[in-house]
């Protein structure tokens, strides 16, 4: 699949890693990789199937209407 980021594979594979985490926001991945959160919704969403995305979304949502600093 074409990506429109400029990062290697073993980059994309960490950054979903870390968006998939609970504990690693989206400033976090912004400070080591650049990509601010919009960019990391758009990598995650090419690259992981489409209901692992949404379930993803579903959770960082959820968990960001209960906590101030989530995400």
Known sequence: MAS???LSQDEISAV???ALS???SFA???AQFGLSDSQ???LMRENLKPS???TW???VRD???RREHYK
Do not use: L, N, Q, W
């Open 52 to 54: 692992s995305y949404r």
């Open 28 to 30: 976090d991945i912004e």
């Open 57 to 59: 979304r579903k959770r």
């Open 16 to 18: 979903i890693e870390m």
């Open 40 to 42: 990391t919704k758009v």
């Open 22 to 24: 609970d504990h690693v």
């Open 63 to 65: 968990f960001g209407d």
């Open 4 to 6: 429109k980021h400029p």
